[in-house]
């Protein structure tokens, strides 16, 4: 079974740098058009490891053409932002309260806000986070018999 797990690994991870190579050849094409296209380009790039080279692509004037909705786009580079750890703190904390000048009641944009500005204090309401750019993977477990 672990000959198993070792070998999908490695093809996941082969598939993950084909899927980033031809992203790439998409944006130097110019064919990122859309907002599927871009939150697509976004995912392969956070899930590759290219983390800060995706919140680069939400905040370039590409991720506004595509996502022309600021309060969306201050959203999804917010979360990436938060992911990126703190040292993109400062950042983060720009997105979430731009989020909160447009909707002043956004309790996930107060609550991370509130977060970023006192760190080292626990939450006081565990949160699901809003799902990032292009999604997520589902749980390993999630569809098994004894997935919650």
């Known amino acids: 079974v672990d000959d198993d797990d070792d070998a999908k690994r490695k093809r996941d991870a082969a598939l ?7 992203c790439a050849k998409l944006e130097a094409g110019g064919a990122v058009r859309d907002r599927e296209t871009c939150l697509v380009y976004a995912r ?6 290219k983390g800060e080279k995706a919140l680069e692509l939400l905040e370039s004037p590409l991720g ?13 580079c917010a979360a990436q932002a938060s ?4 040292r993109f703190a400062p950042r983060a904390d720009e997105h979430w309260r731009a989020v909160l000048e447009s909707a002043p009641d956004d309790w996930e944009a107060m609550s ?30 999630a569809h098994g018999a004894a997935g919650d």
């Open 112 to 141: 991370a806000a509130l977060d970023i500005a006192m760190p080292g204090t626990i939450p006081a309401v565990v949160r699901a986070p809003s799902p990032p750019a292009g999604g997520a993977f589902a749980r390993r477990q």
């Open 16 to 22: 993950l740098q084909l899927a980033s190579t031809m």
């Open 83 to 86: 992911s990126l750890g703190p």
């Open 44 to 49: 392969v790039l956070r899930e590759s490891g």
């Open 64 to 76: 506004e053409r595509c996502v022309p909705m600021p309060a969306e786009r201050r959203r999804l």
